[in-house]
């Protein structure tokens, strides 16, 4: 069969031609092979394959994807295989296609003389500047294997990290959106049919039951005022995080809150320790290291402190000195640091530190989530039962005087 093509040269030039093959498949596997990106694919005169190549365009590049690469590329180096050679096998058989095209990209680069920590610079968003300033300090220290591990290392411990926070926010999270569609359902159309009949009744109903009442009333004849508040609410929200300043405050605010902030602290401080060990461990300068941390911080609140130690330690001061500064790290942790800096072993008192409170961080989600579980569904349950009981009152004191 005959199958028109459009695709990209490495160069960015588009060229269209025509390829004949048993199916669009072998097609995209040959222009591949030609070093050529497949944009559309298509049997003249069908569509299909223009479809896939379009889906598989806009699929994102996770941090699996990262991830794997990561410790597939130090697997590969520590075996002995050239650069360019290891990054062609990772591109061949990478199944995410707009992946495969950025490896593609870093192997024409390499092979054009950039050294992999620039071509990795190119591409920000799939490798943050932790990422190319690592790989950076293992090709000056003549260790790119060794710090392709430790990439690797990094990436699947915050992956375990927030996967385990993932997990232990599910449960509760459905819980609370299933109750508050059960109690919705009650109050906006089982009620109603109850009202008629307390109307009917001709007696004074129970305060409970006028409450329960009151709130139905607002929920059916006042939704689209009450749909229009949240609305705004939302909207105003949104505008004020979507400001450096407003998410900083809102951060601010949420490690306030308690047993969440607690928690939130920890985490924080774990993936401090974690990240700016590992860039001390591999070469990278404290003030370089610290810019990256800051950069890579989820916390703007965070984020800022850590601006003003980098500041500090630039005019001389030693990092352990304005750590504890707002009190958002613990005294623990700023001892740690102080006990690593005189001892001379920094890079691996922060490991340390990270290990301890990424496992302080899982025992606390741990037992937040065996409290959480039980409690959700008492709340719940007395949520339902209140309103069941608010609209039984009036049935039980009707039967009570035949």
Known sequence: MLYEYKARKTSGETVEGTLEADNRRLVISRLQSMNLYPIRVEEKGGRGLAQEVSLQTFKRVSQSDIATFTRQMSDLLRAGLPLVRALSVLEKQCGNLKFRRILTTLRADVQGGLRLSDALAKHPRIFPDLYSNMVRAGEMGGMLDQVMERLADFQEAEREMKSKIIAAMFYPAIMVVLGTGVVLVLVAFVIPNFVTMFAELDQELPYATQMLVLVSHALTGYWWLILGTLALLVFGYVRVVSTREGKTQRDRIVMKIPVLGDLLIKREVAKFGRTLGTLLTNGVPILKALEIVESVSSNLHIARVIANVRNNIREGERLSDRLGEGGLFPDVAVNMVAVGEET???????????????????????????????????????????????????????????
């Open 344 to 402: 001379g072993r920094l890079e691996e008192t922060l490991v340390r530190m990270a290990e301890s409170y990424e496992t302080e961080t899982d025992r606390t989600l741990k037992v937040l989530t065996s409290l959480i579980e039980p409690l959700m569904i008492i709340v719940m349950g007395a949520a339902v039962g209140c309103i069941v009981y608010a609209m039984v009152i009036p049935i039980f004191q009707l039967t009570s005087k035949l």
